[in-house]
């Protein structure tokens, strides 16, 4: 006999919230394992390595504006990038008090064969998706985004 739960208990896999943490979840841990098998890196590691990758320059604030990690965090990681010689910072030339990160060579190498195995998960999240239903889940998710 199926007993069904009080209307006060969240059901998770209808809970939306819960829905989008767990893929959120899965997508992290393959990226991570992907970044660890590469440099040893961490997904904090990583995702600085690819915010920095889409914009040469950025500041470390402004790493922390583009990914879901707070101040420290991203401290750390730029920390361990600059000691593993996969990124450098730079003071800038308009405010010395600022730094802006870069890419080594090193770093470029590492993230190219990275990307190129992470583009896989996402290939492999959209392919059983149309390109209409894609573009539509991308509009669905910057409402959600755009609303919290």
Do not use: C
Request: hydrophobic share 45%; charged share 25%.
């Amino acid at each position: 006999m199926d007993v069904k739960p009080a209307p006060s208990v969240i059901e998770l896999d209808a809970f939306l919230p819960y829905q989008i943490t767990r893929l959120a979840d899965q997508i992290a841990r393959r990226t991570a394992a992907i970044a660890k098998r590469h440099d040893g890196l961490n997904l904090s590691q990583w995702r600085v390595l690819a915010a920095v990758a889409e914009r040469p320059g950025r500041t470390a604030n402004e790493v922390v504006a583009v990914t879901p990690m707070d101040k420290g965090i991203v401290s750390r990681a730029v920390k361990s990038l600059i000691e593993m010689n996969l990124i450098s910072r730079k003071a800038s030339k308009k405010d010395g008090r600022i730094s802006r990160l870069f890419l080594t060579v090193k770093g470029r190498r590492s993230y190219d064969a990275m990307a190129a195995e992470i583009r896989g998960v996402d290939e492999t999240l959209r392919a059983p998706l149309s390109q209409q239903e894609y573009a539509h889940l991308q509009d669905m998710l910057q409402k959600l985004i755009l609303q919290t």
